[in-house]
């Protein structure tokens, strides 16, 4: 049981450059969540995913697009990278739709992008 | 000014001391969570709770509603309870799953 995993774990990106960062998770959760980690600020929710098929957008989400295809998977993709996207990125899960208010949220290892 | 505000900033201590670290919040919530960072960046649930008290080994968590405050307190502490620690509201009125996160405490225990 792998819980929450995530791919690549470090990536350097050019200005203008696109990347998907992977994520997926073997505990049959419902919800899904991509956040954002920048030093001085807590974290902050990109996207979110109640199920298969559906996302929701979160309080930074511009410059990103999430696609949740299955129930394990939910990827977060970059279409033009930029300096401000430097961040370390979190995925995380928890076992219901939108319960996450009264439920544990279990995170993935991180992914460090850092935008040229 | 941001919602969740968690205090110390920073804080060391030496091995075996009482730790405790702040949490106060601006809104009304449904429920409060505190979690823990490792110093290789994961991130672990520590405790969820919306009343009361709890407790999981050498960890206590407190909140009191009226006031908009939580504490986490660590007794006995240790060099491997060296993390930041991050608390986390779920506002009411708001998406039940959308986390306001404070910037995190950072705890050094020395040997």
């Known amino acids: 049981n792998a819980g929450v995993t995530q791919t690549p774990k470090f990536q350097v990106l050019k200005t203008g450059q696109s990347m998907t960062l992977q994520c997926a998770q073997d505990m049959n959760h419902n919800s899904m969540y991509w956040y954002r980690q920048d030093p001085g600020m807590g974290l902050r929710l990109i996207y979110y995913?109640?199920?298969?098929?559906?996302?929701d957008k979160g309080e930074v989400p511009n410059g990103y697009n999430v696609s949740r295809l299955n129930k394990r998977e939910f990827s977060l993709r970059l279409e033009s990278a930029a300096p401000s996207q430097t961040s370390v990125y979190f995925c995380?899960?928890?076992?219901?739709?939108?319960?996450?208010?009264?439920?544990?949220?279990?995170f993935g290892p991180g992914t460090r992008l850092l935008v040229l | 000014k941001n919602e969740v505000e968690q205090s110390p900033q920073n804080l060391t201590a030496q091995e075996g001391e009482f730790i405790t670290i702040n949490c106060s919040y601006s809104v009304g919530i449904s429920a409060l969570h505190w979690l823990q960072q490792h110093p290789g960046g994961g991130i672990v649930s520590l405790f969820m709770l919306s009343s009361g008290k709890k407790k999981h080994g050498r960890l206590i968590a407190t909140i009191n509603i009226q006031e908009k405050h939580s504490s986490l307190h660590i007794t006995a502490s240790h060099p491997r309870d060296s993390a930041v620690y991050i608390c986390?509201?779920?506002?009411?009125?708001?998406?039940?799953?959308?986390?306001?996160f404070g910037k995190g405490t950072l705890l050094t225990v020395n040997p």
């Open positions: 986390a509201v779920i506002p009411h009125g708001g998406s039940n799953y959308k986390l306001t």
């Open positions: 995380a899960s928890s076992p219901t739709s939108g319960g996450a208010g009264g439920e544990t949220q279990y």
């Open positions: 995913s109640a199920s298969e098929g559906t996302t």
